[in-house]
């Protein structure tokens, strides 16, 4: 816990901090960091320790997980992989999942930017009014929505439906995607967009070759920020589906711990695993962007 | 400046900073009379029509709604709902389980605060001394975050299991036996409180990590020239600094947590013995096992006012606390 505020982390760099004070060892400068150190391994194990776990597991046979329960597999099989992706459930949840994300981070985007642009380039009466009314209902949690949504989809009959999903999914995700967007588009220049009206450019041209161009990394945030609601989110799924070919991810993979016994650990492990497939391709260009979107829409 | 230090003289307490706008008004942008662009008078009520629609009709109204019904009962599954008043919030003050539901949520919601915050703290001070080749850390944090709340849980099921699992094989290191954590009420609690933080940490540390990077290196180089050791400097010097963003990540978090039913549902189910039955399960059971809808709205409604309660307590007390920017 005793961090140690070392200089020599700044960026005024290592090899000048030495110089400055030449007379010190290095030895005892990694040994003072050694309180920086630990936690910073605590931390990676903490975060990558049970995926790496999970990992592990999934690729043995289920008598395996018993009998040699170390984090390296003596006989790596993807048998367990097989058998989810064998599962009609499995695909069927896995597609359902793939369409309802991508058309809610494409609904997102569709109506978000719109909005974020008249909030940030025009002055209208009632405008800080509206962007309060977009942006406050970011403190409802699903949770909460879980049963008044159920009832008003029983209403409208669109209880078990994609749109329905999308939609939900969509109003969810929208006060970050507006909020994050009105910064972002605020910051563009107000001026490119003054010039290109004086060359006779209209609006939807404005929009569509300078703002959103420049806005470029905040549309990747949001998209995937959006993308992620809908591939994770549990309750609501939970409330407004009911069939199996509606169902998206995180449901079936609940329903699953049911169905296939506890005895069958690699098969819950390979299902965990499977779901995160779509950040693991994209992780490591996103990463970025995710960490200053998620802290700037979080700490209005 | 002359306001401050002749308030300071006067009394201990520092004083109120003038209410700050929940939003800010932009300067330039938004504001210019004279810009050639953004003046149609119907163009921002069009293009803002489709969110303040989908977040009015999908997020704003469903509360009311549910407020609405809160007050009616139907006298059967399916019957005529008849208006009953308060009738469901004075039955849940008698209600067993909506009491021991609310208990089973305090001890989540304060454990995963206590356990949560203070790990945030740690990790963020630590990634905030990461020299430049270790800023990739900062990104592996936000793993967690792509996560859904049910494949975590169905981690660290496997991470708790009592034959395998990896907790129990690092305690058996000690010389000791691991508990069999889903068959023992306390235990239960205590592995879905840290799969919940596990969930949820990443926000924190990040929020956190970003107040310590807005702190001026010439504070802490001043406390010490002045003899403060490394651990004063963290507690009396740099902690206070980020009470705001202190603040913000306990909101968070408390929010996070005291709405989360996917971890638990999935890796207890509430159980054993109803010990990790929190208020979601609580609100889950009723509303879609037991089906008394009006009954689960009550439950919501209560759900959403403690969770302001929350937010107003954490950000009254940080307000206290908070020496200003």
């Known amino acids: 816990m005793t961090v140690q505020p070392d200089k020599d982390a700044?960026?005024?760099?290592?090899?000048?901090?030495?110089?400055?004070?030449?007379?010190?060892?290095?030895?005892?400068?990694?040994?003072?960091?050694?309180?920086?150190?630990?936690?910073?391994?605590?931390?990676?194990?903490?975060?990558?320790?049970?995926i790496l776990?999970?990992?592990?597991?999934?690729?043995?046979?289920?008598?395996?997980?018993?009998?040699?329960p170390s984090l390296i597999p003596a006989n790596p099989t993807l048998a367990a992989y097989q058998e989810i992706l064998n599962r009609e459930g499995f695909r069927g949840a896995f597609m359902n999942s793939l369409i309802v994300g991508i058309g809610t981070a494409a609904l997102t985007l569709t109506v978000a930017v719109p909005a974020a642009y008249a909030f940030a380039r025009f002055r209208f009466r009632g405008r800080h009014l509206l962007l309060l009314f977009t942006l406050l209902p970011r403190l409802i949690p699903s949770l909460g929505?879980?049963?008044?949504?159920?009832?008003?989809?029983?209403?409208?009959?669109?209880?078990?439906?994609?749109?329905?999903?999308?939609?939900?999914?969509?109003?969810?995700?929208l006060p970050l995607a507006v909020w994050l967007l009105v910064g972002f588009i605020q910051q563009i220049p107000r001026e490119l967009e003054e010039a290109a009206n004086v060359d006779g450019t209209n609006m939807f041209k404005r929009i569509r070759y300078i703002v959103l161009p420049l806005a470029f990394p905040a549309l990747i945030t949001i998209g995937v920020l959006a993308f992620r609601e809908a591939w994770n989110e549990f309750n609501l799924v939970l409330a407004l589906t009911r069939t199996p070919g509606n169902r998206t991810l995180p449901y079936e993979l609940w329903l699953l711990q049911d169905s296939v016994g506890f005895a069958n650990n690699p098969a819950m492990a390979a299902f965990a695993i499977l779901t995160l497939i779509p950040f693991i391709f994209v992780y490591l260009r996103i990463e970025r962007y995710i960490v200053g979107g998620i802290t700037a829409g979080s700490s209005r | 400046m002359v306001k401050m230090s002749t308030a300071k003289t006067t009394s201990t307490r520092p004083p109120r900073e003038p209410r700050r706008r929940l939003l800010r008004r932009p300067r330039s942008v938004g504001q210019d009379r004279n810009s050639l662009i953004g003046h149609n008078k119907a163009v921002p009520y069009i293009l803002s029509t489709p969110s303040v629609v989908l977040v009015g009709f999908l997020l704003a109204f469903p509360v009311l709604y549910a407020a609405f019904g809160s007050l009616f009962r139907a006298e059967f599954m399916g019957g005529q709902?008849?208006?009953?008043?308060?009738?469901?919030?004075?039955?849940?003050l008698t209600d067993a389980d909506f009491l021991w539901a609310l208990n089973r949520t305090a001890v989540f919601v304060g454990g995963c605060l206590v356990f949560g915050i203070s790990?945030?703290?740690?990790?963020?001070?630590?990634?905030?001394?990461?020299?430049?080749?270790?800023?990739?850390?900062?990104?592996?944090?936000?793993?967690?975050?792509?996560?859904?709340s049910v494949a975590a849980a169905v981690m660290f099921r496997l991470l708790f299991n009592d034959q395998f699992g990896a907790v129990n094989r690092i305690i058996e290191l000690f010389g000791v036996e691991g508990p069999t954590w889903f068959a023992h009420t306390g235990w239960a609690m205590l592995a879905a409180i840290v799969t919940q933080v596990w969930t949820d940490l990443p926000l924190a540390v990040l929020l956190i990590l970003g107040g310590l990077q807005t702190i001026e290196p010439s504070?802490?180089?001043?406390?010490?020239?002045?003899?403060?050791?490394?651990?004063?400097?963290?507690?009396?010097?740099?902690?206070?600094?980020?009470?705001?963003?202190?603040?913000?990540?306990?909101?968070?978090?408390?929010?996070?947590?005291?709405?989360?039913?996917g971890v638990v549902l999935a890796l207890t189910g509430g159980g054993p013995l109803r010990s990790t039955r929190t208020l979601p399960i609580h609100l889950y059971e009723t509303a879609f096992l037991e089906l008394r809808r009006n009954e689960a709205l009550a439950v919501v409604?209560?759900?959403?006012?403690?969770?302001?309660?929350?937010?107003?307590?954490?950000?009254?007390?940080?307000?206290?606390?908070?020496?200003?920017?």
């Open chain 2, 219 to 261: 504070l802490l180089d001043a406390a010490e020239v002045d003899g403060a050791t490394g651990w004063k400097r963290a507690t009396r010097v740099s902690i206070p600094l980020i009470v705001p963003q202190l603040a913000i990540a306990t909101v968070w978090f408390s929010y996070a947590t005291l709405t989360s039913l």
């Open chain 1, 145 to 173: 929505l879980m049963v008044p949504l159920y009832r008003l989809a029983v209403a409208f009959g669109a209880l078990d439906r994609r749109t329905t999903l999308v939609l939900v999914f969509t109003s969810q995700i």
């Open chain 1, 53 to 68: 776990m999970t990992l592990s597991i999934s690729a043995k046979i289920p008598a395996e997980v018993y009998s040699a």
């Open chain 2, 81 to 92: 709902e008849e208006f009953v008043g308060f009738q469901n919030y004075l039955d849940l």
């Open chain 1, 10 to 50: 700044s960026a005024s760099g290592r090899g000048q901090a030495w110089k400055r004070r030449g007379w010190k060892p290095w030895l005892l400068h990694y040994l003072k960091r050694v309180p920086v150190w630990i936690p910073l391994i605590a931390l990676v194990v903490w975060t990558v320790g049970p």
């Open chain 2, 119 to 148: 790990l945030a703290l740690i990790f963020a001070f630590a990634l905030n001394k990461a020299g430049r080749r270790l800023r990739f850390l900062r990104g592996l944090t936000i793993v967690p975050y792509l996560v859904s």
């Open chain 2, 301 to 325: 409604i209560v759900v959403l006012v403690l969770n302001g309660l929350l937010t107003l307590v954490y950000t009254t007390f940080s307000r206290r606390f908070d020496i200003g920017n």
